[in-house]
């Protein structure tokens, strides 16, 4: 026991608890405070290492309690890595962390080099299961899990069927890999050169004629970032990364990123730092310990913005990152163009070009994988009076509509303006108003050929039947879309009885 009284020490290491004296002075609010002293019981995890978050640099002290007492003065620190080796001062390491064993199970590895300690928790039997996370209320002797995706109940083991972004549905890829993220939706503070663009920044691209295999930046600081504009509120679940794939001579010259943190933001100027659940200061996740390894980090709580930033604040020899982010979108539901719930005979048009660049190929994300099987629906003329026609199979609530062009041809084809009209019996139709216009809403449609444009619908369109009615275009009308709805409404089938 270790009580620290203002004139002397008294050490009694059977048990780890150390007592401070603190006068009302230091908040500690993972510790117990009685009567004007605060006081933690640590336990020690002997020959274990935590990569944990950091608080601060290491310090260097004479003892082990004079590590507790800097972490128990600072509320922040739940746990501190405790060195068995002098430093070449004849010290001792001492690095205190933000987190604990309970909250990152997977960052603890043997080492001959350090004791672990946490502050003994209500969490140590580890009660949270399925990569649940276990936060403790040391007050009260209790604690509470805050459940990976896709589980509920107060231990994290029932499947939640029915979660408000189907969950299970809510882990899928977002695009970084499978390119359906674009360049034009990447951007980063700077790029060592055109070969180590952030297109690079995909996760297992290997190194080719076209670029290397990671992004890489201009230079090294805690000042540089990645960042994907999602084009729609989306909910972020977790992030992989990886170093630079093997196109480096040198192994010294190895590159990845091994601690980063996240920001997030819905304007593309203003951004919030991410904190997981339960902390005041802003996550720092632990990245890559070599160049091809997927390290994957769960979100909790998970993010929902539209824009994403990844920062590096440690890496080996130079910033270089591959990544991935997995979630789905946020309060809308896809109604079923890209998915084939709606059947060929529920998407017509006014013409088609050719039996190859029909109205099968309107799905968002058709590739263009044959002379036979093109990559967008295109119209036989280019004129205002073409249209594209879903019918929904009955009346429901269209939220919103994103629209992509022509994939893969040259020279681009797009449609860039276009209007929308809607119907209950696919006879008598209206053009979308905004509320309190009496004009027509011409939409603001595609720049490019892949990237996926939202458009939000307020009000609603409450109808069966929608058209699209490009009104400008890039050298041909050439056309793939998909319709939304609230989550949670859509039925088993969508096709009309």
């Given at each position: 026991?270790?009580?620290?009284?203002?004139?002397?020490?008294?050490?009694?290491?059977?048990?780890?608890?150390?007592?401070?004296?603190?006068?009302?002075?230091?908040?500690?609010?993972?510790?117990?405070?009685?009567?004007?002293?605060?006081?933690?019981?640590?336990?020690?995890?002997?020959?274990?290492?935590?990569?944990?978050?950091?608080?601060?640099?290491?310090?260097?002290?004479?003892?082990?309690?004079?590590?507790?007492?800097?972490?128990?003065?600072?509320?922040p620190?739940f746990?501190?890595n405790?060195?068995?080796?002098?430093t070449?001062?004849?010290?001792?390491?001492?690095?205190?962390?933000?987190?604990?064993?309970?909250?990152?199970?997977s960052?603890?590895?043997?080492?001959?080099?350090?004791?672990?300690y946490?502050?003994?928790?209500?969490c140590?039997?580890?009660?949270?299961?399925?990569?649940?996370?276990?936060?403790?209320?040391?007050?009260?002797?209790?604690?509470?899990?805050?459940?990976?995706?896709?589980?509920?109940?107060p231990?994290?083991?029932?499947v939640?069927?029915?979660?408000?972004?189907?969950?299970?549905?809510?882990?899928?890829?977002?695009g970084?890999?499978?390119?359906t993220?674009?360049?034009?939706?990447?951007?980063?503070?700077?790029?060592?050169?055109?070969?180590?663009?952030?297109?690079?920044?995909?996760?297992?691209i290997?190194?080719?004629?076209?670029?290397?295999?990671?992004?890489?930046?201009?230079?090294?600081?805690q000042?540089?970032?990645?960042?994907?504009?999602?084009?729609?509120?989306?909910?972020?679940?977790?992030?992989?990364?990886?170093?630079?794939?093997d196109?480096?001579?040198?192994?010294?010259?190895?590159?990845?990123?091994?601690?980063?943190?996240?920001?997030?933001?819905?304007?593309?100027?203003?951004?919030?730092?991410?904190?997981?659940?339960?902390?005041?200061?802003?996550?720092?996740?632990?990245?890559?310990?070599?160049?091809?390894?997927?390290?994957?980090?769960?979100?909790?709580?998970p993010?929902?913005?539209?824009?994403?930033?990844?920062?590096?604040?440690?890496w080996?020899?130079?910033?270089?990152?591959?990544?991935?982010?997995?979630?789905?979108?946020?309060?809308?539901?896809?109604?079923?163009?890209?998915?084939?719930?709606?059947?060929?005979?529920?998407?017509?048009?006014?013409?088609?070009?050719?039996a190859?660049?029909?109205?099968?190929?309107?799905?968002?994300?058709?590739?263009?994988?044959?002379?036979?099987?093109?990559?967008?629906w295109?119209?036989?003329?280019?004129?205002?009076?073409?249209?594209?026609?879903?019918?929904?199979?009955?009346?429901?609530?269209?939220?919103h509509?994103?629209?992509?062009?022509?994939?893969?041809?040259?020279p681009?084809?797009?449609?860039?303006?276009?209007?929308?009209?809607?119907?209950?019996?696919?006879?008598?139709?209206?053009?979308?108003?905004?509320?309190?216009?009496?004009?027509?809403?011409?939409?603001?449609?595609?720049?490019?050929?892949?990237?996926?444009?939202?458009?939000?619908?307020?009000?609603?369109?409450?109808?069966?039947?929608?058209?699209?009615?490009p009104?400008?275009?890039?050298?041909?009308?050439?056309?793939?879309?998909?319709?939304?709805?609230?989550?949670?409404?859509?039925?088993?089938?969508?096709?009309?009885?």
């Amino acid at each position: 026991m270790v009580y620290f009284r203002p004139y002397f020490l008294y050490f009694l290491f059977r048990s780890p608890l150390v007592t401070y004296q603190s006068e009302g002075l230091i908040p500690v609010n993972r510790g117990i405070r009685r009567q004007g002293v605060s006081y933690a019981h640590f336990a020690v995890h002997k020959f274990q290492y935590l990569q944990g978050s950091p608080l601060g640099s290491s310090r260097e002290v004479d003892k082990f309690s004079d590590c507790a007492l800097v972490c128990l003065n600072n509320p922040p620190c739940f746990s501190f890595n405790f060195g068995l080796l002098l430093t070449a001062k004849g010290k001792l390491a001492c690095e205190l962390l933000t987190d604990d064993k309970y909250r990152n199970a997977s960052r603890i590895s043997p080492s001959q080099q350090f004791h672990h300690y946490s502050i003994k928790t209500p969490c140590s039997s580890n009660p949270c299961k399925n990569s649940g996370i276990c936060f403790p209320n040391y007050e009260e002797h209790n604690y509470r899990c805050i459940c990976a995706p896709g589980y509920r109940d107060p231990y994290c083991t029932t499947v939640f069927e029915t979660c408000f972004c189907s969950c299970l549905a809510c882990l899928a890829p977002l695009g970084m890999e499978n390119g359906t993220i674009t360049s034009a939706q990447l951007n980063a503070s700077s790029q060592f050169s055109w070969y180590n663009s952030i297109d690079r920044a995909r996760l297992n691209i290997q190194a080719n004629v076209n670029g290397s295999g990671a992004w890489s930046v201009g230079q090294n600081n805690q000042n540089q970032w990645i960042q994907v504009d999602l084009r729609i509120k989306t909910r972020i679940t977790y992030v992989a990364t990886q170093g630079r794939a093997d196109d480096i001579q040198d192994p010294h010259d190895v590159q990845w990123v091994k601690k980063y943190r996240l920001q997030f933001g819905d304007d593309g100027s203003s951004f919030e730092g991410f904190k997981q659940e339960g902390e005041s200061v802003d996550k720092v996740f632990l990245g890559n310990t070599d160049q091809e390894t997927v390290v994957k980090n769960v979100l909790i709580p998970p993010i929902k913005a539209r824009y994403f930033r990844l920062i590096p604040t440690e890496w080996q020899h130079t910033i270089s990152l591959r990544m991935e982010l997995y979630g789905c979108l946020e309060e809308i539901q896809a109604l079923g163009m890209e998915s084939g719930a709606f059947a060929d005979s529920q998407v017509t048009a006014s013409s088609e070009y050719d039996a190859y660049h029909s109205t099968k190929r309107s799905r968002l994300h058709t590739k263009e994988i044959s002379p036979l099987e093109r990559g967008a629906w295109l119209s036989s003329t280019n004129d205002a009076d073409q249209w594209l026609q879903i019918d929904v199979g009955k009346v429901i609530n269209v939220t919103h509509i994103a629209t992509q062009g022509r994939n893969t041809y040259s020279p681009f084809q797009y449609v860039t303006k276009y209007k929308l009209q809607y119907s209950n019996d696919g006879q008598t139709f209206q053009f979308y108003k905004r509320e309190g216009q009496s004009s027509d809403e011409v939409f603001i449609g595609n720049f490019d050929r892949d990237t996926i444009v939202y458009q939000h619908l307020s009000p609603v369109i409450t109808a069966r039947y929608l058209r699209i009615r490009p009104t400008e275009w890039v050298n041909h009308i050439a056309m793939r879309i998909e319709l939304y709805t609230y989550q949670g409404i859509i039925s088993t089938s969508n096709n009309p009885r």
